[in-house]
């Protein structure tokens, strides 16, 4: 007899469908097909033992369980409860009417008790899809998957449980009712602008990278505020619309770094990886491919607090990704991609001892020591950079001033409007939706100067020997910054303010 169940698979972030398919025959040996890794083939001993320890009875004879289709790999532990489900069906221990309709996963323990798995989410989206009306999970996975609409889902702590639902068709409390979603951009921030004393210039520049996507470094000596102001960055984006919020919490439910018994992720994630970091940790990657930092910082930001700590190459890995905003990661087998769309803030000292351009303390480094520094920063990295500024510590009446300056709420809403025109730019345009991501097509088409404005670049340019790349960036800072003021073009004082954003290009730092 050969009874069917249904499971579900992740190729990255996205489920495809799996028939667990159970045939009792001859002999006593038990075969798992349709190549699962070992943890799969392990299966046999945990679903055999919470069989038995739930009280039912493991069919004496041969068994063979395949897991089609056989070309896609089945990895790890949560085919389990799918699978217990197949030999309790082909033993008549339950009734097999509700199972065509349903989608089975979890990992079973010893005991029969349901262990949590990855990817929840995005198992509901492909169950939906394909056409299932109910999805069964581990009761910690159910919230997550149940943001989605037009499908049942359950949740269950054992294998009892889920026989107790496969025979009813329906158990009320283990059900979990569509979670409606709400936006609000009132939401509570752990830390506020607001906090931040004086830097009036930096918060504005980070509101100018804020509202065109620019990625944005802060340069400056030990104690400036320069990690203070890095992590009040994703406070003063605009909120997470659903679409976004589906895709990050995707991501995070296949590393498993959701907690658990919470729906989905509604504030834009802020990453903060350590400069020991290895390059598959930051880009994802190993056996099993996982997302890493800079997927985990999709729709939000990424934060590398000193950047030149870093090692070389662990950047270079990020180049193509920061390029194409997704990683993609090719086995022999398979290809899988990780959508890695983030905002990169970095933070450095000017010089290794920190005092390099400091207004009372002097820099000791020998010469040449502050261009080695630089350098140990990848130029391709720095390329993609379109803000840098310099931050200098506050004065002390500053810091004890104890007025209050503008919240995250407020610099948020200016953001927001920024971002609306360029929605409305970029409208069909496919895959640019900021003017950070404009290619030349797009300068040339939006981001004409008038002849003073250019006249003013051109001076700038040559005073301060800026590179062509410089060029094209203060151009697009230019127009965020006229988006910002609500100005369709692009005047001198937009151009002005953007050539204040190369705080590298000048002459200290360049070597000229
Ligand atoms: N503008 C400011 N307003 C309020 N507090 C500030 C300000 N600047 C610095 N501080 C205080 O100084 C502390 C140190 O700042 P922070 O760690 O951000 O400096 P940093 O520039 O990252 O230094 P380092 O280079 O050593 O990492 C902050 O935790 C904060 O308490
Ligand atoms: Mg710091
Ligand atoms: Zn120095």
Not at 138 to 164: C, D, F, H, W
Not at 194 to 202: F, H, P, R, T, Y
Not at 203 to 209: D, G, N
Not at 249 to 254: D, Y
Request: charged share 25%; with cysteine.
């Amino acid at each position: 007899m050969l009874n069917k169940v249904y499971g579900s698979a992740l190729l990255g972030i996205d489920a495809t469908l799996i028939t667990v398919e159970v045939h009792l025959g001859q002999g006593n040996k038990y075969y798992t097909v349709g190549l699962p890794d070992n943890a799969v083939k392990e299966s046999q001993y945990r679903v055999s033992s919470a069989i038995i320890n739930s009280g039912f009875r493991m069919p004496r004879c041969g068994i063979i369980v395949n897991l089609a289709p056989a070309d896609i790999r089945k990895e790890g532990s949560s085919y389990d409860l799918a699978i217990a489900a197949g030999l309790l069906a082909s033993t008549g221990q339950i009734f097999t009417q509700n199972l065509g309709k349903m989608i089975i996963m979890g990992e079973l323990n010893l005991n029969g008790e349901v262990l949590p798995l990855k990817g929840a989410l995005s198992m509901a989206i492909q169950a939906k899809e394909d056409g299932f009306d109910t999805l069964v999970l581990p009761k910690r996975n159910a919230m997550e998957a149940a943001v989605v609409e037009g499908i049942n889902i359950y949740g269950v702590e054992s294998l009892r449980e889920l026989v107790e639902l496969v025979e009813l068709g329906d158990v009320s409390h283990f059900r979990f009712e569509n979670r409606l979603f709400t936006q609000s951009l009132e939401r509570e921030q752990e830390v506020d602008f607001s906090e931040v004393k004086g830097q009036e210039n930096i918060k504005r520049a980070m509101e100018v990278a804020a509202a065109g996507g620019h990625n944005i470094l802060l340069i400056g000596p030990p104690g400036a505020g320069k990690t203070m102001l890095a992590r009040r960055l994703s406070g003063i984006l605009p909120p997470l619309d659903l679409d976004e919020s589906l895709e990050t919490t995707r991501i995070h439910s296949v590393a498993g770094k959701l907690s658990g018994g919470e729906g989905i992720i509604t504030m834009r994630p802020f990453r903060n990886p350590h400069h020991t970091i290895s390059d598959v940790a930051l880009v994802g990657g190993g056996n099993h491919p996982q997302p890493g930092e800079i997927s985990l910082a999709h729709n939000g930001v990424l934060f590398l607090d000193e950047l030149p700590e870093f090692k070389r190459a662990v950047l270079e890995v990020m180049r193509q990704p920061m390029e194409e905003r997704k990683v993609t990661i090719s086995r022999a087998r398979f290809t899988v991609e990780f959508p890695a769309s983030f905002m990169l803030v970095a933070s450095m000292n000017p010089c290794p001892c920190g005092y390099f351009n400091h207004p009372d303390k002097e820099c000791v480094c020998p010469p040449g020591a502050v261009q080695r520094y630089l350098n140990r920063i990848s130029g391709p990295l720095l390329d993609r950079i379109d803000i840098q500024i310099e931050v200098t510590p506050v004065e002390f009446d500053e810091l004890s001033d104890v007025r209050k300056s503008e919240s995250s709420r407020r610099v948020r809403e200016r953001v927001l409007s920024a971002r609306n025109i360029q929605t409305v730019r970029f409208n069909n345009s496919g895959i640019i939706r900021n003017n950070a991501q404009m290619n030349s097509a797009w300068i040339s088409k939006c981001c004409n100067l008038d002849s003073s404005g250019a006249a003013l670049l051109k001076t700038a340019m040559k005073r301060l020997d800026l590179s062509a790349r410089a060029y094209n960036r203060i151009i697009k800072v230019g127009r965020t910054i006229a988006d910002l003021d609500n100005s369709d073009k692009i005047l001198p004082v937009h151009i002005a303010e953007a050539i204040q954003y190369r705080s590298l290009d000048r002459g200290q730092w360049s070597g000229k």
